[in-house]
Structures are given as C-alpha cells and as structure tokens.
C-alpha cells in the first residue's frame, strides 16, 4: 500500500518573512529524518502584496547564517489551499482570523492552527512579523520558527 503525502501549509501575511522561514526550516527539519517523501511544505500569505518574490532579502540572510536556504516563490493563500493540505498552520491570529473567513465548512476550520500552539520551549502568543524590526527581530523569528518547527514535526510523526 503506498503511504499517503502528509501536507503542510505556513501562513503569514506576505508569504516574505514569517511563513517561507518556517517552509524552509520545517523543510529542513523533514529531510534530516528521512521523511521528505511523507511529508510535504508550502507556504502562502493572507494578502497578494508580494506574489512571485522571493522572501525578504533579510531573512534570506539570516537564515543563511542558520544553514538555511529560503527561496519559495511567495503566493497568495486561496480557499483551495483547504483541498489541497492536511494541515494550516498561521503564524498570528490576524493571519488566523482571515485563513478561518474562507474555511468552507468544519473538517476545514479543523486543519487550521496557530504556529505558536507547537512551541515548546517560548510562551510566545504569536510569531511577530519581522519586516518592521532589525536584526533582532529576525533572530526571534528564527528561534520561535525552530521550536515550534520542532513540535509540530513530532506531532505530525504520530499522525503519518
């Protein structure tokens, strides 16, 4: 029996900083345990402002400093996106509120969840867009991304 595809969406506002961080990362975190085969990424944002760029050229930096390569190409989130992913993970409850708006019924509201739901180690409410901050807010980022990364991979691992 061929094992179904396991697949995750992030989701940020302009699909720049937060969510392909988290794309790349989780991305990362999938192929060391062997499981990018199972376990498929995306990333989207709620509004269209940057469709077709590469993330910010900051947190490309920042996450090339991780060992990271960030370079999905940004898109907007469509109600589709529920067809097409077992998972919705949105990275504040803006983004979440607005993810939620274009659920078409109740087995979708279930697949969206908050980034922040996953930390283990921060108490954090929400994962802070870093576009208007300097290079500490991209390093928060990071940190948070990489905890809650890390949780949501081993709750995944339970479910495939």
């Known amino acids: ?13 302009g699909n720049i900083c937060r969510s392909p961080a988290a794309e790349g990362i989780f991305a990362d975190m999938v192929k060391k345990e062997g499981l990018q085969n199972r376990i ?6 709620t509004a269209g402002y940057h469709n077709g760029e590469l993330p910010d050229y900051r947190m490309r930096q920042h996450g090339a400093r991780r060992g990271y390569k960030f370079d999905s190409i940004s898109r907007k989130f469509l109600a589709v996106d529920f ?19 274009l659920a ?35 390093e928060l ?14 709750e995944i691992k339970q479910k495939i």
């Open 1 to 13: 029996m061929e094992e179904k595809e396991y697949k995750v969406l992030f989701v940020c506002l």
């Open 40 to 45: 498929k990424v995306d990333s989207a944002g």
């Open 83 to 101: 067809d097409q992913f077992d998972m919705i993970i949105a990275m504040d409850d803006s983004n979440y509120d607005n993810i939620m708006r």
């Open 104 to 138: 078409p019924d109740l087995e979708s509201e279930k697949k969206v969840h908050r980034m922040v739901d996953f930390s283990r180690k921060y108490k954090y409410d929400h994962i802070p867009d870093p576009y208007y901050s300097g290079s500490d807010g991209f």
């Open 141 to 154: 980022v990071l940190d948070l991304l990489e905890d809650a990364c890390a949780g949501l991979l081993e």
